[in-house]
């Protein structure tokens, strides 16, 4: 900030990157995380950091960089959480046809 005060251009190279800044944030309906960077950009940053690195170990990081690998990695595993659920509702009825035949 001193810098700013003693060179008028440095002043206005700051000010034109808040107002980038800014832009950003609005354009990607982020406002609340330019308003309190303290607090909510802080915190923003920190959990995305921990995530990407839990993707990182499994070297899944490059998900975060391209949106239709997430989207792929995402459809994938959601079909697979289908498939599952239907194989337990199947076998949950298998159970009970077997616990009838057995009560018969």
């Known amino acids: 900030l001193k810098e700013a005060e003693r060179d008028p251009t440095r002043l206005a190279e700051v000010l034109s990157a808040y107002r ?12 609340e995380l330019f308003e309190d960077p303290e607090y ?11 995530i990407r690195a839990e993707f990182e170990k499994y070297g899944l990081g490059y998900l975060f960089d391209s949106v239709p690998s997430m989207r792929d990695f995402l459809a994938k ?3 697979m959480e289908d498939e599952l659920k239907a194989m ?8 009970l046809a077997e616990r009838d035949a057995e009560m018969q």
């Not at 909510?40 to 950091?49: D, E, I, V, Y």
């Not at 337990?88 to 159970?95: M, P, S, V």
């Open 20 to 31: 980038q800044l800014e832009a950003a944030f609005k354009e990607y309906d982020m406002q």
């Open 40 to 50: 909510s950009l802080k915190a923003f940053l920190r959990n995305h950091h921990r």
């Open 77 to 79: 595993y959601k079909d």
């Open 88 to 95: 337990k509702a199947a076998r949950a009825g298998e159970k």
